[in-house]
């Protein structure tokens, strides 16, 4: 299959790796990715922060630059989730009718990337190798906004080696929530606090998410902690192989 | 919203009365983050929350896995809900003529000042000093007990928890259960200091302390003459008032005095008698976690020789209507008040409810306050929220509260807007918005982003010059510190995925365990 791979602006920037992973897992498993150089960012944080008006050029540029493909992956429950559940809605806002539509068309065909793997593709056992305890971190918007349900557990269970922990409180937010971090600061480090006492008692070595934010900010207390567990996104995880281990 | 650019004309809205300023208990006095950074330093309040919140949770969700049809009954309880605000002002012509009809009386009030006029002079006219109360948050909400007491009548809380809050000299915390923030040794402690008549050897058993409540408030319903309430719903179709409660006070206090006054707000109104069994379902199970509550009390007007004597129904807009006016906000005034979305709301856990300075905290207080005092003055509560979306799945009518944050949040950033475009010399646009459409202009082309991915890189330098101790970054200036002050940042990549691709995007072994 050919499939578009909207990375999205904080992989792209930021970490790479969960792009690259992507690209490499989807090619072991024989399909053609291809990645349209014009994409940039799906808006979601001017969205999500009432600057709707801002974000407009950019869904009107989503569904320019996505439109011609039959399927677009997303390492990214948050970006996918923004693209499926705002960009029609924000077009309609400002009025723009025939905007509205093409979004809508173009999000059905959006998938994040456990839900391509699972629901579209049909596989579950993607052939990786991770010899490791990690524990499952689903974020809340792969939970509860694009509802991927047991899709990225069911292929981590798969995965060679792997020793998968389950999450004390593993549904509730880990305090990110974009410029909420920054706004409510005090208020997102305590829940990050409870997120990483939780985390860290699994004994994992590595949490595992679909989602480069909330990583980001799991990942960044951790570190701040000097705690000896990392956080890792799940493509990293599906797209490490035997050779990997060997090469690591 | 100007009305350039293809968009749609400005709303109505925008000239809508709102709940009048210095009366009544929609507004804090700080904005939430500052409260709640004080409540967070609170460990006492994290501990009386978390368990509380965590108990009435489990309960929750065991009752409501029990029914194959709650998705239905969510639905229809929107259903209806929608219906009804759709066509209030129907709704609440026909409520007066019922009511009207079976000897009650029926009085409208504008705003908070007007509906504590029209109690006062109510209760003054029966001739009583005192007035025993049903617990009720729209009373909290217009400042009743306060306009009572300037007027000499005292207002005798008769709900465990609002007695709790009244003697303590507190606010409540909690649409539901307003004491939760207090745990048992705290709550012996207040009724040892406050509570006339109290054993100074009180223990803090749940046993004792309902006992000490219970003889206490058994000599204030026996002398009461007038009893004021708030209402769960009010039965457009038959003009009957449904009062739903825990603890059997609240039949007491509505059926025992001569004079039954009761405040609802104007969204409280459903069509028909047969959508009570749609509440009566969802209502227990989402608020207490019980399958059915224990005291259900319904009454239409008056009736000769059985309760009261007199009624009157006073039916408060504050604000309500400028929600109305609203399209996409209007869906606040679906609550009914279950608190499912505080109890599951990982903020409203952490900093309890007096950090939102509002009756009404929590997601849905962060939706409503703000519509009701308009968003200016309640600017903060739309972003009290990181938009996780448990308020919205725990929702008994699916009011979709991440989605009315974020228009609210945009009707708070195009008010800000409109100033700039009204006084362009004098306003000066926030360090936010500068830095909000200066990120879209760099979204706005790839080529723009790919040099400011590039320059990011600058913060590599110190690393390629062996000063950087870490691969992370620890500190970062103003407002990025607030990220820095208890979390690392990362460091921007050698290699963007863009330039990856571009040269060829050649896979290595070993070269994804680069982690966030």
Known sequence: MRIALFVTCLADTLFPAAGRATVRLLERLGHEVVFPQAQTCCGQMHVNTGYLRDALPLVRRYVDVFEGFQTVVVPSGSCAGSVRHQHEMLARRFGDEALARRAAAVAARTYELSQLLVDVLGVEDVGAYYPHRVTYHPTCHSLRVLRVGEAPLRLLRKVAGLDLAELPDAEVCCGFGGTFALKNADVSTAMLADKMRNVLATGAEAVVAGDSSCLMHIGGGLSRLRAGTKAVHLAEILASTRDDARAG | ?516
Request: glycine share 8%; charged share 20%.
């Open chain 2, 1 to 516: 919203m100007p009305g350039n650019r293809g968009e749609r004309p400005a709303p109505a809205f925008l000239g809508m009365p709102v709940a009048p300023r210095g009366v009544g208990h929609l507004r804090g006095a700080e904005p939430f983050p500052a409260a709640a950074r004080k409540a967070l330093a609170n460990t006492q309040l994290r501990r009386n929350l978390a368990k509380a919140t965590s108990t009435i949770r489990a309960k929750r969700a065991a009752v409501v896995a029990e029914l194959p049809d709650w998705e239905d009954l969510r639905a229809a309880g929107q259903a209806i809900k929608a219906e009804a605000i759709a066509h209030l002002g129907r709704y609440l012509e026909q409520l007066e003529e019922q009511v009207t009809a079976h000897g009650g009386t029926v009085h409208w009030a504008r705003d908070a000042i007007e509906a504590n006029r029209v109690i006062v002079d109510l209760v003054r006219g029966t001739g009583a000093t005192e007035a025993v109360k049903v617990k009720s948050i729209v009373t909290d909400e217009i400042g009743l007990n306060d306009a009572l007491a300037a007027a000499g009548i005292t207002a005798r809380e008769t709900d465990l928890a609002e007695l709790i809050v009244q003697l303590g000299h507190d606010r409540p915390s909690h649409i539901l259960v307003p004491a939760i923030h207090r745990n048992r040794a705290e709550i012996r402690d207040i009724f040892r200091r406050e509570m006339a008549g109290a054993d100074p050897g009180l223990s803090d058993t749940p046993a004792a302390l309902t006992a000490a409540a219970r003889a206490y408030l058994r000599r204030r319903f026996l002398s009461a003459r007038v009893g004021i309430s708030g209402a769960n719903f009010a039965v457009a179709e038959t003009g009957t008032l449904c009062v739903v409660e825990s603890e059997g006070n609240g039949r007491m206090c509505l059926t025992l005095p001569d004079t039954l006054i009761t405040v609802m707000g104007i969204e409280k109104v459903i069509p028909r008698w047969a959508d009570l069994g749609v509440f009566m379902q969802l209502l227990p199970r989402s608020s207490t976690g019980e399958r059915m509550n224990p005291y259900t009390t319904m009454w239409t007007g008056v009736a000769p020789g059985d309760g009261p004597r007199e009624f009157h129904l006073v039916l408060l807009d504050n604000g309500r209507t400028a929600a109305l006016a609203d399209p996409a906000g209007r869906q606040a005034l679906h609550c009914i008040r279950c608190s499912a979305c505080l109890n599951v709301c990982p903020v409203y856990e952490r900093t309890g409810g007096h950090a939102y300075g509002s009756v009404y905290p929590g997601p849905i207080g962060a939706v409503l306050s703000p519509q009701l005092t308009g968003i200016e003055d309640n600017a903060s509560l739309p972003y009290a929220s990181s938009l996780c979306g448990a308020c919205y799945d725990a929702c008994p009518v699916k009011i979709d509260i991440p989605s009315l944050l974020v228009h609210l949040r945009a009707r708070h950033v195009e008010a800000a807007g409109r100033r700039s475009a009204a006084a362009p010399t004098r306003w000066v646009p926030g360090a936010e918005a500068i830095t909000m459409a200066a990120a879209a202009w760099v979204m706005g082309s790839p080529a723009r982003l790919a040099a400011a991915q590039r320059a990011s890189r600058a913060a590599r330098v110190p690393a390629r010059l062996g000063r950087a101790r870490h691969d992370r970054i620890r500190r970062l200036p103003p407002p990025l510190s607030a990220w820095t002050a208890a979390r690392d940042a990362p460091l921007p990549p050698a290699m963007t995925f863009r330039e990856w691709w571009q040269r060829g995007h050649v896979v290595q072994p070993g070269a994804e365990r680069e982690s966030p």
